[in-house]
């Protein structure tokens, strides 16, 4: 009964690929995110969807491309993967995005990029 | 420019201790302020909302300071489990998700 759930937990992968990462919540929340944490552990946000609509975009390639086929799912798609990209991306989700901020993380993939 | 600024640490602390740390933000429109607390390898944590009033959950007290543009969390009695990267979270917008920022973190190392 995981609340937000991610899947794999682990990926390691060569330049070039494209790769996706699968990302659940059962809370019933409207809005899912993505952040990364890189090498320093400098949380950035990526994206937000809420009610399957993006709502923000930050500045990030146009790689990468976020995928919510409904209001539990959002993944990450990941084209022409480079070194840069490895990182942990942890998936979000919280109850609204106005003033009830809080959010619940999955538990992060670890993504190698060699 | 959008900034929250942490103090990276490490505290060391020995266990019992109290310690406190702050995290300054650079938007004075910003509304919403949380601390987020993240184990090693681990997802960030909810810990505790910041209110205007301040607020404390048990041996956690988080405090609001606009005029100097800071926030602060404050630990009495500290623990062991306190050990943990403590990350300060605000909405630089005013309002929404998309202004949401993360600090880098303080880590808080309690010592036996």
């Known amino acids: 009964d995981t609340a937000v759930s991610q899947t794999p937990k682990y990926l390691v992968t060569q330049m070039g690929n494209d790769k996706s990462i699968k990302c659940e919540q059962n809370?019933?929340?409207?809005?899912m995110y993505w952040y990364k944490q890189d090498s320093k552990k400098f949380l950035k946000i990526m994206f937000s969807y809420n009610n399957k609509e993006l709502i923000i975009n930050e500045t990030v390639p146009n790689r990468f491309s976020p995928k919510s086929p409904d209001k539990a799912h959002l993944n990450l798609h990941i084209n022409s993967l480079e070194l840069g990209d490895s990182a942990v991306y942890f998936c979000?989700?919280?109850?609204?995005?106005?003033?009830?901020?809080?959010?619940?993380f999955g538990p992060g993939t670890r993504l190698t990029v060699l | 420019r959008k900034e929250v600024e942490q103090d990276p640490g490490p505290f060391n602390v020995p266990e019992g201790a109290t310690v406190a740390f702050n995290c300054t933000y650079s938007?004075?429109?910003?509304?919403?302020f949380f601390w987020y607390r993240q184990d090693c390898r681990k997802e960030p944590k909810l810990l505790m909302s910041?209110?205007?009033s301040g607020n404390e959950d048990g041996r956690f007290t988080a405090q609001l300071n606009r005029a100097s543009q800071y926030i602060s969390l404050l630990i009495r009695d500290s623990k062991l489990s306190d050990s943990a990267t403590y990350l300060c979270v605000v909405n630089m917008e005013g309002g929404g998700a998309d202004g949401l920022t993360f600090g880098k973190g303080t880590h808080l190392i309690i010592q036996p």
């Open positions: 938007n004075s429109a910003s509304q919403s």
């Open positions: 979000a989700s919280s109850q609204g995005a106005l003033n009830d901020l809080e959010q619940y």
């Open positions: 809370l019933g929340h409207d809005t």
């Open positions: 910041v209110y205007s």
